[in-house]
């Protein structure tokens, strides 16, 4: 995001088409598909139970400020009528596999709450990315 | 064309062709920013105000895994208290001072309201998971440690339970049924763990040391040696 | 009122389910037993498309033995899993 250079812009293409689907030979607008993978394809991106995986990473980790802050004002968009918990874990599931996995835990909830603010009209995209340069600015300022 | 690629005229990419390894910088900054402006955006238009945002906060702060240590040693101690709990947890709870209707006064969205204690018995081994998402009972245990949300442990534990155990350093022997309960719908569950030997004439407040939180999700069992201090890995 | 009492077998239906689904893929089709009733709640259908006040329906759990879940399970045969579901999941099962 943002204003990068050329080169900076070559090495955000590389890291794209670095992770998942990595095979683009498949995920690549095909002609046709077979009507095992549109079943893959159209499993339901959380439903991963008995899914093969190897040993469990046990590490803990230290929610960051804006972790903590996410599940908080994920329960108050809910507490106050916004939407509710299943519906949060619908809007995660939309954001296809790649961001579903690909990201950390609440980054999840905070890309699904900051889509249904849009959706809903709750907030617009011109106040949403005018908000967003005015923090990083900010953020900029006080590093 | 731009030779940023660095694919020579005519050479087609993706063939016999050296990638320069990706450069990642640092910790990623758009979680934070994109999390600041929708909580200010959400406050500014009066979706929430910022104190439910501070009443959350501090709830978040004050719900851990001693909540649900001091339930289960009361359980431990106190038969007819531990009948109270097997036939309505959320009310249960509230006698040791947990209150699932905090902090919002009707509950928290996420975590729901009925809760089910799943006692071990010597037949009865309970092991607790969501493959869905991550339901967990985070009034009584607070946040679910990372293991527990991500996908690792939610592919497993329904299939192989009795490796991903063993993973944990728990053998159950083949004798005792190991029961998966997944968390798919609205009720909350935790385990109840066994008393472990060793532990006759001691105090409630010594006992809830030894009731870790891997021992309320049901990967581990407790033991008199073994306390909320000294367990490896325990945050 | 509900349909099925503790006790009763119980088949999980494979109704399509694409973009969201509370019903999990492995139980489907499968069959077990109903240990025990729950409240009735709003379907997990209605909440996740933002019909809040919508249809209620008891909920039941239901326990699988592990072998009937995955035919290569490789615990001890003995082994369950409990897991939820709403009344329009179930059917009966002889």
């Given at each position: 995001?943002?204003?990068?250079?050329?080169?900076?812009?070559?090495?955000?293409?590389?890291?794209?088409?670095?992770?998942?689907?990595?095979?683009?030979?498949?995920?690549?607008?095909?002609?046709?598909?077979?009507?095992?993978?549109?079943?893959?394809?159209?499993?339901?991106?959380?439903?991963v139970g008995g899914q093969p995986d190897g040993p469990i990473d046990k590490s803990l980790h230290k929610p960051a400020h804006w972790e903590k802050s996410t599940h908080c004002t994920a329960e108050c968009l809910a507490w106050r009528g916004h939407w509710v918990s299943e519906e949060r874990r619908r809007r995660e599931n939309d954001l296809g596999e790649t961001l579903y996995f690909g990201t950390p835990y609440y980054a999840r909830w905070l890309l699904a709450a900051a889509k249904m603010l849009l959706d809903k009209g709750l907030i617009t995209p011109d106040e949403l990315f005018a908000k967003m340069e005015q923090v990083r600015a900010r953020e900029e300022i006080a590093a | 064309m731009s030779t940023t690629h660095g694919h020579p005229a005519g050479q087609t990419p993706g063939h016999d062709h050296d990638h320069a390894p990706i450069e990642e910088r640092g910790e990623a900054v758009e979680f934070a920013i994109l999390e600041a402006a929708i909580r200010e955006l959400s406050i500014e238009k009066g979706l929430f105000s910022a104190e439910d945002h501070r009443r959350f906060m501090e709830w978040y702060d004050k719900v851990g895994p001693t909540g649900g240590a001091r339930l289960v040693a009361r359980?431990?101690?106190?038969?007819?208290?531990?009948?109270?709990?097997?036939?309505?947890?959320?009310?249960?709870?509230?006698?040791?001072?947990?209150?699932?209707?905090?902090?919002?006064?009707?509950?928290?969205?996420?975590?729901?309201?009925?809760?089910?204690?799943?006692e071990n018995t010597p037949k009865v081994h309970n092991v607790i998971v969501c493959t869905l998402c991550s339901c967990y009972p985070r009034p009584l245990l607070g946040m679910s440690p990372a293991w527990y949300e991500r996908?690792?442990?939610?592919?497993?534990?329904?299939?192989?339970?009795?490796?991903?155990?063993?993973?944990?350093?728990?053998?159950?022997?083949?004798?005792?049924?190991?029961?998966?309960?997944?968390?798919n719908q609205k009720t909350r569950y935790i385990v109840l763990p066994m008393r472990p030997s060793g532990t006759e004439g001691w105090s409630e407040e010594k006992l809830a040391t030894i009731?870790?939180?891997?021992?309320?999700?049901?990967?581990?069992?407790?033991s008199a040696e073994w306390t909320t201090d000294s367990t490896p890995g325990h945050a | 009122?509900?349909?099925?009492?503790?006790?009763?077998?119980?088949?999980?239906?494979?109704?399509?389910?694409?973009?969201?689904?509370?019903?999990?893929?492995?139980?489907?089709?499968?069959?077990?037993?109903?240990?025990?009733?729950?409240?009735?709640?709003?379907?997990?259908e209605d909440e996740a498309w933002g019909r809040y006040e919508g249809r209620r329906e008891p909920f039941y759990i239901v326990r699988f033995r592990q072998q009937d879940l995955w035919p290569d399970y490789g615990g001890?045969?003995?082994d369950t899993l409990e897991t939820e579901f709403s009344e329009r999941w179930l059917d009966p099962s002889s």
């Open positions: 995001m943002g204003t990068k250079s050329s080169s900076a812009y070559a090495a955000l293409m590389e890291c794209i088409r670095s992770h998942a689907p990595a095979e683009h030979g498949v995920a690549n607008l095909p002609l046709s598909i077979s009507q095992t993978r549109a079943e893959a394809l159209l499993h339901v991106v959380h439903d | 359980a431990w101690v106190d038969p007819a208290f531990k009948q109270r709990l097997l036939a309505d947890g959320v009310a249960a709870c509230k006698e040791i001072g947990i209150d699932w209707m905090q902090p919002t006064g009707v509950g928290t969205p996420s975590d729901f309201t009925y809760l089910i204690v799943c996908p690792t442990y939610r592919r497993r534990v329904v299939r192989w339970p009795r490796q991903v155990l063993a993973e944990f350093g728990t053998i159950i022997p083949p004798d005792v049924e190991v029961r998966v309960h997944d968390s009731v870790t939180r891997d021992t309320m999700i049901g990967v581990a069992l407790p | 009122m509900s349909r099925f009492k503790i006790g009763d077998r119980v088949t999980v239906r494979d109704i399509p389910s694409i973009f969201h689904t509370r019903t999990q893929g492995y139980t489907r089709g499968r069959t077990g037993v109903v240990v025990a009733l729950r409240p009735e709640w709003v379907i997990p001890a045969p003995l």
